[in-house]
């Protein structure tokens, strides 16, 4: 059995890989530091010229700085190539022509466009506002809430909806509680940007013109990550690197795809078989079609 | 059967009642007014010797600071009679003897003795903050659960689940939103000390001396009042002021045991039957127990 163990394990590579979408902290990065083997994966990668995409939940920092993060660690990226939810969110407003109430980190502002003076909002938006998360911008966003539950066209979005993450000084509040919060006070529920939605997995899979069967998301968050991409029929892979705890392995609701020791590991498996099935599509290429 | 209508809505006379309950905000006053008629009946109340307490939700300010707040709308009550959830957290903390981390409103400091230097908090407690309700005092909070969670013995009380109120320069955050976000970022469920918590009824119960059958809540929150001390087997009273709402009187849940436009008209509607019930009651304690 331990051969089919293994076959089982590799399982998730006998259809074709076209492209990646990658988490970010704990796949490449932890805090300030590159995790070990991933700098190298990510060259190998790069040199591959399989697609992929950079996919985010941060929303502290604008693009920009986490461009300039990323390549101060040696992981050199296009803007283009990382989705996060404020950006996806600012192109929605775009779209939908709304004027938000924006209650998010100051660092973050830059990614929205101004709205017009004395335009009253006609939604709200909530970020990891960190020390902006006052009393008094609670009550602010609260009260726009009520009012536009008041005239029938709530809309609520959130960023995010992580509960806590790890800084050098102890575990510090992210925007979920407060979301959670502001969902109390109203009775409204706030639609949610970022991963594990589907149409923020979409956006990135748009991005790269591909099939979502065609597809491999990487990251350390077995529900956010994993079960959110798998969710959308992309196949999820799980690293024990960032986040990740044993019991992952485990999870009640969701079953990886695949489960990797870091991001190194799962490159070289794809880039290993990725030769086998490129070379098997483009074979298949040469079939005429009908 | 406007007769039948009329003697099922004295139903609630016919027992006996020899305590009341009462509420603050929105049956004796509404904000820094006392409401029409309710200093008199009041002092009817006092008149007829019936006994009562003050139940209240307040958790903003002390004890001492509302009696005072009272008394210059003309109603006098001694201070043993407020029942609010801030002296009936220290008495309980006092009872098992814990050292709590207080996230409360300064000027409610004064309600709980003051822990000693250097122990560690064995609990969390969540008071209406207001401005304390920063992002810090939030982390310092979520932290403190979190290691009690580790230990295994998380303690985490809320005074209240309220989740706004009304406020000269608009709608204010309650302390409900607040617990809901630590408890969605920790995991944990915070106990409810105040209003409708069953042992907060009989705690003021106990001060009465009387079994629940004989004393009768009044208060204008179908669910927080009204409710709550119907699930101890009080009578219910709801007034149509405060924030009584026109649906509350076709609640899907709460069935007062009546429905009376003003605390006056309760009080009324009390002394006239209570006389007869006090009378038969008088009457009853004459035959002999077996």
């Known amino acids: 059995t331990t051969n089919l163990q293994r076959d089982n394990k590799m399982a998730w590579l006998e259809k074709p890989i076209k492209g990646l979408l990658l988490d970010i902290s704990g796949v490449l990065k932890n805090g300030d530091l590159?995790?070990?083997?991933?700098?190298?994966?990510?060259?190998?990668?790069?040199?591959?010229?399989?697609?992929?995409?950079?996919?985010?939940?941060?929303?502290?920092?604008?693009?920009?700085?986490?461009?300039?993060?990323?390549?101060?660690?040696?992981?050199?990226?296009?803007?283009?190539?990382?989705?996060?939810?404020?950006?996806?969110?600012?192109?929605?407003?775009?779209?939908?022509?709304?004027?938000p109430h924006l209650l998010i980190h100051p660092k973050?502002?830059?990614?929205?466009?101004?709205?017009?003076?004395?335009?009253?909002?006609?939604?709200?938006?909530?970020?990891?506002?960190?020390?902006?998360?006052?009393?008094?911008?609670m009550n602010t966003a609260f009260n726009i809430l009520l009012k536009l539950k008041q005239k029938g066209e709530p809309k609520f979005y959130t960023l995010g909806r992580g509960k806590y993450y790890m800084e050098p000084n102890g575990l510090m509040l992210d925007l979920g509680p407060f979301?959670?919060?502001?969902?109390?006070?109203?009775?409204?529920?706030?639609?949610?940007i970022g991963k594990p939605s589907p149409r923020f997995f979409k956006s990135a899979l748009d991005s790269l013109e591909l099939p979502p069967d065609q597809v491999v998301m990487i990251g350390d968050?077995?529900?956010?990550?994993?079960?959110?991409?798998?969710?959308v029929g992309l196949r999820g892979v799980l690293v024990r690197t960032g986040k990740f705890q044993p019991s992952?392995?485990?999870?009640e609701k969701v079953k990886p795809d695949a489960i990797v020791d870091n991001f190194s590991q799962a490159i070289d498996q794809i880039l290993q078989k990725c030769c086998y099935s490129c070379k098997s599509q483009r074979f298949d290429d040469r079939v005429p079609k009908k």
Chains 1, 2 share one sequence.
Do not use: W
């Open 34 to 99: 590159a995790i070990e083997g991933s700098v190298e994966a990510f060259r190998r990668l790069k040199a591959s010229k399989i697609p992929f995409r950079l996919c985010t939940n941060e929303t502290q920092e604008p693009r920009e700085a986490l461009r300039a993060k990323l390549s101060r660690l040696q992981f050199d990226v296009d803007l283009d190539k990382i989705f996060a939810p404020a950006p996806a969110m600012a192109a929605r407003l775009r779209q939908e022509k709304r004027i």
């Open 108 to 137: 973050i502002n830059c990614e929205f466009d101004q709205p017009p003076n004395g335009v009253e909002p006609d939604c709200v938006v909530i970020g990891d506002a960190c020390e902006a998360f006052t009393y008094e911008a």
């Open 179 to 192: 979301t959670a919060a502001l969902e109390y006070a109203s009775g409204l529920t706030a639609e949610l």
């Open 221 to 231: 968050d077995i529900v956010g990550d994993v079960g959110g991409a798998q969710g």
């Open 248 to 251: 992952d392995e485990n999870h």
